[in-house]
């Protein structure tokens, strides 16, 4: 139990469908960031927040878009996505912003985007 | 800008073999470096770091070391287990930056 949730761990949406990513860390963490996993790609950064700040919009497309209500749940709104979004999308959260505090990762969402 | 590359994969050893993945980076400054891995199904996990030159991290029998000269930090293990068979991804930071950067990801399968 790594303490990062993230619902749902699977989802196949329509392009014109909207829908929710959920991330919910039970760590006490004050940072949280969204990265996208994709085949054969490294990781990306999407986002990240500071104390419910965003501090870092990695030149996302529009069509996703973070919210961050409090320091314990992180949310990624999709609409108008593109098949080539679909991929593993990983939360993740850290004591504070910095190297020298870990990231605990979430298990991630598997998004499918016919 | 930084980047880390290490080989690809995959990497197919029998149980008890010795264990090296490579992994290189390009960064400004003196950044951290981290490996992390993701087990079948799961999110990331650290596996080791080390935050300044010449620092071996070490954790589970794995070891790496920050090697500034060569800008290099790679990993190894002495003798592997089909339950260390997992994707390995190795990683900086950058306080410059302000994130982590990590490479591509080698696919490491054990054989019993």
């Known amino acids: 139990e790594t303490g990062v949730t993230q619902t749902p761990r699977h989802l196949v949406m329509g392009m014109t469908n909207k829908k929710s990513l959920k991330c919910e860390q039970h760590l006490g963490h004050n940072a949280m960031y969204w990265y996208k996993q994709s085949a054969k790609k490294p990781l990306e950064l999407m986002f990240v927040?500071?104390?419910?700040?965003?501090?870092e919009n990695n030149s996302v497309p529009s069509r996703f878009s973070p919210e961050c209500p409090n320091s314990s749940h992180l949310f990624l709104h999709l609409h108008t996505l593109q098949p080539e979004d679909s991929a593993l999308y990983l939360c993740a959260s850290s004591q504070d912003m910095g190297g020298v505090y870990e990231q605990y990762f979430g298990p991630g969402t598997r998004l499918t985007v016919t | 800008g930084d980047s880390v590359t290490q080989m690809e994969g995959p990497v197919t050893l029998s149980e008890e073999a010795f264990l090296t993945i490579n992994c290189t980076y390009t960064a400004t400054g003196y950044p951290s470096l981290f490996w992390y891995v993701q087990y079948p199904g799961e999110g990331l996990q650290l596996l080791l770091k080390a935050t300044k030159a010449d620092d071996k991290g070490s954790n589970k029998g794995f070891e790496a070391t920050y090697r500034k000269e060569t800008t290099s930090f790679h990993l190894e293990k002495g003798s592997v287990q089909v339950s260390d068979s997992a994707v390995y991804f190795c990683?900086?930071?950058?306080?410059?930056?302000?994130?982590?950067?990590f490479g591509g990801g080698t696919r490491l399968m054990v054989k019993p």
């Open positions: 927040y500071s104390l419910e700040e965003r501090v």
């Open positions: 990683a900086l930071f950058n306080n410059a930056g302000n994130m982590l950067t």
